[in-house]
């Protein structure tokens, strides 16, 4: 009983030390991420902000699954899995460019409780505009 007193207390400094120090060193796969887009800078993009959550392969420590999307199931990796990528047709591969651009330019892509644990999933102006420019010279939405 008295440790759940304690929770409120103790919860928000797990929190700020989580944040703090981040998500683990390890690096996702840039290479697997290359055959979704050939270019060096969206596939790291996609690596380090998309794939913990929409591939099979992601890198993410325990804390990580602290995040309020991943505690009822995973409806991220049933959306979009960056892992099943080779085996969408052509329309499909457009449909989730076309989504992924929408998502990011909106800035509901990568969510606020995912960059609580990931602060390097942050997207800059520069990448956000890259996701863009991909997503243009894929034929799926107009440029900026």
Known sequence: MRILLMLPAVLPAIVLVVAAFGCSSIQPD?????????????????????????????????????????????AALESLNFSDWGTYDAQHRKNAIRQIAAVVDSGTMPPSGY??????????????????????????????
């Open 115 to 144: 960059l609580l644990f990931h602060l390097g999933a942050r997207l800059s102006p520069e990448q956000k505009a890259a996701i863009a420019r991909w997503a243009a010279a894929e034929g799926v939405v107009a440029a900026h």
């Open 30 to 74: 840039v290479t697997a991420a290359s055959a979704v887009a050939s270019n060096p800078a969206v596939a790291q993009v996609l690596a380090v902000s998309c794939y913990n959550c929409h591939s099979n392969q992601a890198t993410a420590q325990w804390y990580a699954k602290l995040q309020p999307s991943r505690w009822f199931g995973n």
